[in-house]
T-cell receptor, first 110, second 114 residues
């Protein structure tokens, strides 16, 4: 079965602290992994995808195929990072079908 | 480029009625995917259209249907509405040329079924 699991519903950290949002997946094949973010009252938007290997707004994510994980990390959290974060995957044969995790709310306290 | 637009933004219907939601993709994008977002089930894939053809379908009953026009605009229809259909319906567009293209989301249509 194809599944994305984000074990934390809420992650609360202080400004300047490191952040790691966990994402584990189940997929028999080579999926493409994404992180989407939804800021308050804004639409869902792409943060990064593993194939691009970019760092966006200081966030990075490494695909670990052995552990089937794609955790999102940032060394120093900022208050403007407070948002809902969704991990998602898409399979090779499942055109247009993103499978989302349940999402993690990141709360960065001043 | 203008982003993905969805109309209407809010809808209130009663059980048994039907509803049509509209999505205009980013110019040049030929694929439109639809998702249902609820607090309990999260984001779930409904279907995807590319060049007026349904290419993929999620696990929703036949009451949920869609179509795509030659200008890539898409509509989804829900017939015989049930209370459980209350949700935020999101559409997303991509070029569609690669199945793994990044999808760009619209603001959603909030459907409330009374």
């Amino acid at each position: 079965a194809q599944r994305v699991t984000q074990p934390e519903k809420l992650l609360s950290v202080f400004k300047g602290a490191p952040v790691e949002l966990k994402c584990n997946y189940s997929y028999s094949g080579s999926p493409e992994l994404f992180w989407y973010v939804q800021y308050s009252r804004q639409r869902l938007q792409l943060l990064l995808r593993h194939i691009s290997r970019e760092s966006i707004k200081g966030f990075t994510a490494d695909l670990n195929k052995g552990e089937t994980s794609f955790h999102l990390k940032k060394p120093f959290a900022q208050e403007e990072d407070s948002a809902m974060y969704y991990c998602a995957l898409i399979g090779a044969s499942n055109t247009g079908k993103l499978i989302f995790g349940q999402g993690t709310t990141l709360q960065v306290k001043p | 480029k203008a982003g993905v637009t969805q109309t209407p933004r809010y809808l209130i219907k009663t059980r048994g009625q039907q509803v049509t939601l509209s999505c205009s993709p980013i110019s040049g994008h030929r694929s439109v995917s639809w998702y249902q977002q609820t607090p309990g089930q999260g984001l779930q894939f409904l279907f995807e259209y590319f060049s007026e053809t349904q290419r993929n379908k999620g696990n929703f009953p036949g009451r949920f249907s869609g179509r795509q026009f030659s200008n890539s605009r898409s509509e989804m229809n829900v017939s015989t509405l049930e209370l459980g259909d209350s949700a935020l319906y999101l559409c997303a567009s991509s070029s569609g040329l690669n199945p793994r293209d990044t999808q760009y989301f619209g603001p959603g249509t909030r459907l409330t079924v009374l």
